[in-house]
């Protein structure tokens, strides 16, 4: 029932191999392998190309190239980032590295990818420009960034001027991919006329969208199914070349045709977090009340498609000041359109400003924490809009508390133990709330089931059990005899697993639907019936069905009254060697106020897991380009670096009992993105406690350190 911790149901399926990923389905028959094959250019077209070696290689059954690949639809940089066309193979020029250059399909895997190899392209190669650092030199970049981007309130460069006590810094955030352990996958199958694609998706009905725009079908001659989705963290929102190509490759060769994309093509056919330069002043009184925010970020954007992430949104909603100005502007390169990674915006936005205050407590003399309460705000600074279950002075005290906060040291490099330089550090978390229309159908069965069915998605988050248990308290039934059937597009639509949204979308619907069959069964039965399964079957022998509907942000009139987010904060214990500048996490605690938790199991693996990425955001991840060609310097998971087991000791989320009655009658808001959301901030400042030394380029390794640590006793 909700509130209640259940395992998942779909745990057992799951630890014994019977949950079928899109890439294992065996039910279309026998199919072919597909292998796609990269530019190895930055910049420049394709000269020449030779597939004479690859077609008479043993098993292959068709080699693809910009000359001969089939007409899709050119694309179109439509503000519908779902709907719009995704071609591949459509021309000799090289935009970006790793853009796909030759498409082989054989009998095996194998025989795929060893024709593949055998593809001759010779490229001319131009200078692009990859390095957005450079780009930035030498220029106050922020003070050209057009009204178009900025959020304006008073005046920030004349707050800035009276102080008395201001920050001012630049700190870099770079490159971040999703890699879930399951890889892109695509599984294609035509059948009279109508194309099956068993798919990792993330929102099944959008992706759809993508896709017959790409092939120029209806949407109705599409089955997109995603039954079981091995991780998502923004990468499989969008549609890419795997499951274009296969599509293709089935319907031109009449065979069902599998496509996985490599480990290394994550790197350059999905795409990536992009990387910021972000510029931020604060101003404060003596006693630490904020005058002034300003946040101005550039990002690496992709000309011909457009992508930027919102990292100065959350100056303008965490805290108040009367002085406010946010701007965001983009620098083109050669490299690959980002996408959504991870909480989109918050992550890196969060780790620079959360700095940046904590630099401010610091000038201040002031606890980071007491200043953090000082200019909470119950009003939306930005919308002026009251701000609904506003808790973050709660988690923020709450988390001092259990922590052990007033144990910090207070001077920065003043704590040791041997080798080990000690520092705590404290950051606040917020992330927006979204609501999206979403539709569910319930039926209830005469032998006794009830069965959800939703094209919402589980991507290794819970939804099959969440629903189950939501469904399972609206009806008052146990959650044994609830069947969750979800993620293909014959079934109603909802807004898929994306902006931490789902889990709030589809119990609302959920409930909603348990409503009207209740209603329906009191209409026969009275309200006082004790066997619902019973009345079912007495007055309805077909069994019972019944949708309901979650609006979306825009139609629900609490969103126009309220402004909504989740909330959190987190503090942080690290060691950092004295002489290597190594950076040990010791401890770490999460607290967050995120409406009501429907499963307090899933939901803190949930928040742990957002937690380890804000760790490895702070001291781990990034990718690199290389500025000569354009390439992924470290685009595999054996050099891009993410936290492992070592890296991670006991930490901890605690969720805040919240109900938030103004996001939905369940009060249930999204907790998937939150954990990620200034946990790599209060791991930044507690680095910056232990050595004194403040980092302000992330990720912070132990070359930036290892210059200022402190000289050895
Ligand atoms: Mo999320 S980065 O919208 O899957």
Redesign the pocket.
């Known amino acids: 029932m909700i509130g209640e911790g259940i395992n998942r149901i779909d745990g057992p399926l799951k630890v014994t191999g019977r949950a079928v990923y899109s890439y294992e389905r065996q039910d279309a028959g026998q199919p072919l392998y597909g292998c796609i094959q990269g530019a190895s250019i930055g910049k420049g077209r394709i000269a020449s190309i030779d597939t004479s070696a690859a077609e008479a290689a043993p098993g292959v059954r068709l080699v693809w190239t910009h000359r001969n690949a089939p007409e899709q639809q050119p694309f179109e940089n439509k503000p519908d980032l779902f709907g719009r066309p995704h071609p591949e193979l459509t021309g000799d020029s090289i935009a970006y590295y790793g853009q796909p250059v030759a498409f082989v399909v054989a009998d095996s895997f194998e025989q795929a990818s060893a024709a593949a190899a055998l593809v001759r392209v010779d490229f001319e190669a131009e200078q692009g420009a990859y390095d957005l650092d450079a780009s930035l030199a030498q220029k106050k970049w922020w003070e050209t960034i057009d009204a178009g981007g900025e959020s304006r309130f008073g005046d920030v460069d004349k707050a800035m001027a009276q102080g008395p006590v201001t920050v001012e810094a630049t700190y870099s955030t770079p490159y971040h991919f999703s890699h879930p352990i399951e890889l892109p996958a695509c599984l294609a199958v035509w059948k009279d006329g109508h194309l099956t694609v068993y798919v990792a998706a ?1 929102m099944v009905n959008q992706f759809r969208s993508g896709l017959a725009a790409t092939l120029k079908l209806d949407r109705k001659s599409i089955t997109v199914d995603s039954a079981f989705v091995g991780g ?3 990468s499989k ?1 969008f549609l890419h070349a795997e499951t274009v190509l296969a599509s293709l490759a089935a319907r031109a060769l009449d065979k069902p045709v599998k496509v996985m994309l490599t480990r290394r093509q994550v790197f350059t056919m999905v795409g990536h977090r992009p990387a910021v330069i972000s510029h931020i002043r604060l101003a404060a009184t003596p006693d630490g009340q904020l005058t002034a925010i300003g946040h101005d970020a550039n990002m690496q954007s992709f000309g011909p498609e457009p992508w930027s992430e919102p990292v100065e949104a959350v100056a303008r909603s965490l805290y108040a000041a009367p002085n406010r100005l946010t701007r965001q502007t983009k620098t083109d390169l050669d490299v690959r359109a980002g996408e ?5 915006g918050e992550l890196p936005g969060l780790l620079v400003f959360e700095s940046a205050m904590d630099e401010l407590a610091e000038k201040l003399g002031m606890d980071p924490v007491e200043l953090r309460i000082k200019n909470d705000t119950d009003i939306d600074p930005e919308l002026n809009l009251p701000l609904s279950g506003r808790r973050l002075a709660d988690c923020l005290r709450e988390g001092a508390a259990r922590f052990g906060w007033d144990q910090r040291p207070i001077t920065p490099a003043s704590r040791r133990e041997g080798q080990w330089l000690i520092g705590y550090g404290v950051a606040s978390a917020m992330r927006a709330h979204y609501q999206g229309p979403t539709e569910v159908k319930l039926r209830i069965t005469a032998d006794g089931r009830v069965v959800v069915f939703s094209d919402m998605t589980d991507i290794g988050t819970g939804t099959y059990t969440i629903a189950a248990q939501v469904a399972a308290s609206g009806l008052g039934v146990p959650v044994s005899q609830v069947s969750v059937e979800l993620a293909r597009t014959d079934y109603p639509a909802s807004q898929g ?3 931490s949204w789902g889990a709030s979308n589809t119990s609302v619907a959920i409930d909603r639907a348990c409503q009207a069959l209740r209603e329906q069964i009191a209409g026969v039965a009275g309200t006082g019936y004790n066997d619902l399964f019973a009345e079912v079957r007495r007055h309805f022998p077909q069994g019972l069905e019944a949708s309901g509907k979650t609006l979306s942000s825009g139609k629900d009139p609490n969103y126009q009254n309220f402004s909504q987010y989740t909330y959190g904060a987190s503090f942080a214990e690290v060691g950092v060697d004295a002489d290597t500048g190594e950076v040990r996490l010791r401890r770490m605690l999460g607290v967050f106020a995120a409406g009501r938790i429907i499963n307090p199991k899933t939901a803190r693996s949930q928040l742990l897991g957002g937690m380890i990425w804000g760790i490895s955001a702070a001291l781990h991840e990034g990718a690199y380009v290389d500025p000569r060609h354009g390439s992924w310097v470290n685009g595999d998971l054996a050099e891009y670096v993410i936290p492992v087991h070592a890296d991670i000791p006991d930490i901890e989320a605690i969720m805040l009992y919240d109900h938030d009655e103004h996001a939905n009658h369940l009060g249930i808001k999204g907790i998937g ?1 939150l954990g990620a959301c200034g946990t790599g901030g209060c791991v930044a400042n507690a680095v910056y406690n232990a050595t004194g030394v403040r980092v302000r380029d992330f990720p912070i390794t132990l070359g930036k350190l290892l210059p200022g640590l402190p000289a050895v006793a």
């Open positions: 993330q998502g963290f923004g929102l959504a990674v991870r909480a989109p697993s994306g902006g993105e």
